[in-house]
């Protein structure tokens, strides 16, 4: 494709900038380690303002560690912002979220090339954007810097927040000289690019996913309180087990998923810790994640429906207490409908084969939605393997990606003054 | 009883003590916390030592971390001991395992003080114990030190272990001086005194337990293998959740003790670890334990049986894999006849109702019953509750504790050369 913009483009340049990012927090699986606020997550940001700077952005950091590169084209003029996250789980693939900073930096770079070289005339200003601590699985909530860009989190809650070691996340960012101040970013519209995380497009052929929603969710916390007793000499009918309660949650929560297999519904605990956690005394208390997902808002109210019932059956038949605490509510988001338009035209005019899908997971481009018109991609993902050092794209479709990002951003870039962005969103002061 | 002996014994010493002991490491609720080798546990050892010492007990620790009062009343006679341990729990009451050591300590200190004053002949000497981490909440095994001194481990890889912040035992002992070198005792019975952790006596209305066997245990430790997925997008079919396999063995594990309850069967899941135990990361591991304990052997063989098929069946279903270890394995163990038979004369003599009993949870003396003639002996516990802050004894069931206690020791300590301990048990060098 387009290989000869004056931005010195090439899918050998992004694969071979793609793999020296991942080299930093490398794990012998193949995958990366790069936690939020970690050491190897500030290497990667520093990796990421080296490449920024080099080709001409103005790199600035905000209050809730937000790194971004700005390269004005219009002055005055409301910004196009594109990127994902480069922090990680903490054993995850190289591609998620940092595929999308680097697809993003590269389609900005392409598009600012074009606009030197005359062939794109540019209405916008152009931003890169690699978003703090979307994964949450050091400091919670995930998307927290997109959250607190968006207006939906505080900046001083977040910042107050600890990892389990008792760390801050305004120490863990001084710690790396990530958190900076206020950046005058007035934001026209967004687009993102990330791997699907699931199989659909693997398994239909296309090489796009054009995302139009997001699955409706219900997250909730949970709390299993029984008493400590000797897991040897207590009688069983005197025992209170707060792990026993909480594995027959974890079963049931699997048998909704099963019991509401069409709509579909997912569900999922994946982090539990049991106190005291002795091999010798009978747990006291167990807390828990719990997660329902479903494209339909109908069906998680009626799992939610049975899942209580259950939990009173749990605390009356073994004398526990159960807290369930509804933690992140969304029912099904949209994206805008005209920057689904523009991904398929682009698509279409760069005959790559592209389908209209739902993401189940959140994304940043989740909480951007709900302030500027939002494009969301997807490139498919072999096996649908995700948060797994496993996790893989072909390189042609993180290549082919790329293009169809430069083009959404190209178009959102040129638009004519009546385009998406009719009301920029300048973030408040996260300084 | 006897209050007049020349040892200044008075119930209201012993209580006076032992409240003065309760307050190292004690709980807001009333309990303490006092791990293995912790600075607590190094505070309760120094109150131990200067209480023996100033009775005119020569304090000595061994290569593991046991510690000793040793008291010489017939030279190259060898000697009666008794003890139980002061550490405890991570939060636990404060009876368990020390009250056993502070009733030897008087029940030792009294017959000395009889044989000072000639109304006790002895032809063997005296000897308290403080067994290191009997409560192998910290590093395990549990029973670590009477299991080094009974040559049941190595106690160089005792040493070696390490606390789940990769301490070992050898540098948590060196830093509260724990560990001392070989002590020359030839041992030739033991008796231990301990709470029920049960509420047989509670219920039948007698006041000690003359402990005739030890319920038979196997117990496991087993590992889910899953694979790391996403909780939101990867589709229920393709997920491999660890967590989910866990939890079917810890329900399962309850249903067998409901199966087998005329046995009865008591079953136990008490400790589990998660990995990575991400609230967007489903399970990739898991490892718990999973203990089984029975008056029946046989009963235990078939609940394994049935474990190991239901194991299999997740294996097939769930697309993971189970491996479960079996760590300890013991069969119903005898206290020594003679050793029963003194104890009831004893009860029989102080007017104090007494019942044969099997104990469900392991204590050194378990470890001491293989080597030599071994006495135990359990007092009431408040409603059983057991490995909590709200365990309890009367003040008077403790007081009943130490006399009969007293009275055994010095049976012991005056045994003709007939007596029970033919073949003293002197132990390896833990040096």
């Given amino acids: 494709m387009s290989h000869d913009d004056g931005s010195g483009w090439s899918a050998a340049a992004f694969l071979r900038d793609f793999a020296q990012l991942s080299t930093i927090g490398a794990t012998p699986r193949g995958g990366v380690d ?45 910004y196009v912002l594109a990127g994902s996250h480069l922090d990680s789980q903490p054993t995850a693939g190289r591609l998620d979220g940092a595929y999308g900073v680097v697809a993003a930096a590269f389609a900005a770079h392409r598009v600012a090339a074009g606009a030197r070289a005359g062939t794109v005339r540019p209405t916008r200003n152009l931003a890169v954007v690699n978003w703090f601590n979307e994964e949450g699985s050091r400091f919670g909530p995930s998307m927290m810097g997109s959250a607190v860009f968006t207006g939906r989190l505080d900046a001083d809650e977040a910042l107050r927040t600890t990892d ?6 305004r120490d863990a960012l001084d710690g790396i000289d990530g958190r900076g101040g206020p950046v ?5 519209s967004y687009a993102e690019i990330h791997i699907e995380q699931g199989r659909e497009l693997e398994e239909t052929g296309d090489r796009i996913g054009v995302v139009t929603g997001t699955w409706a969710a219900r ?6 309180l029984g008493e400590q007793s000797h897991t040897g000499s207590t009688r069983m009918a005197d025992r209170r087990d707060a792990l026993l309660g909480a594995s027959l949650l974890v079963v049931e929560a699997r048998s909704l998923a099963d019991r509401f ?22 747990a006291a208390e167990v807390r828990a994640n719990l ?12 799992a939610v429906h049975r899942l209580r019932d259950v939990a009173a059956r749990v605390e009356a038949e073994r004398g526990l207490r159960v807290e369930l605490e509804l933690t992140h509510s969304w029912d099904r988001d949209d994206y805008t ?8 035209r682009v698509c279409a005019e760069l005959g790559v084969p592209a389908r209209r899908m739902l993401t189940v997971a959140g994304h940043d481009s989740t909480n951007m939605a709900k302030v500027v018109p939002t494009a969301m991609l997807f490139v498919p993902s072999r096996e649908g393997i995700s948060h797994n050092e496993r996790e893989d794209t072909a ?7 790329v293009d169809v990002l430069t083009g959404v951003v190209r178009e959102l870039v040129t638009a004519p003054g009546s385009g998406p962005d009719r009301q920029p969103w300048t973030p408040a002061s996260t300084g």
């Fill in 164 to 169: 389990p070691a008792g760390v801050t996340v």
């Fill in 184 to 188: 005058p970013l007035p934001v026209g």
């Fill in 395 to 401: 390189p042609d479709d993180l290549v082919t990606g």
């Fill in 219 to 224: 997250k909730f916390r949970f709390r299993v």
């Fill in 34 to 78: 790069r936690e939020a606020a970690t050491v190897r997550d500030g290497m990667a940001r520093a990796w990421l303002g080296g490449w920024l700077a080099s080709r001409g952005f103005a790199v600035a950091v905000d209050g809730i560690g937000n790194q971004f590169g700005l390269l004005d084209l219009v002055p005055g003029a409301p």
């Fill in 291 to 302: 997660d329902l997902r479903s494209p339909d808002p109908a069906v998680l109210d009626a």
């Fill in 337 to 344: 409908p005209e920057c689904v338009a523009v991904s398929e």
């Fill in 261 to 282: 297999a069409e709509a579909p519904l997912h569900t999922a605990v994946s982090q539990l810790d049991v106190r005291p956690n002795s091999p010798v005394v009978v």
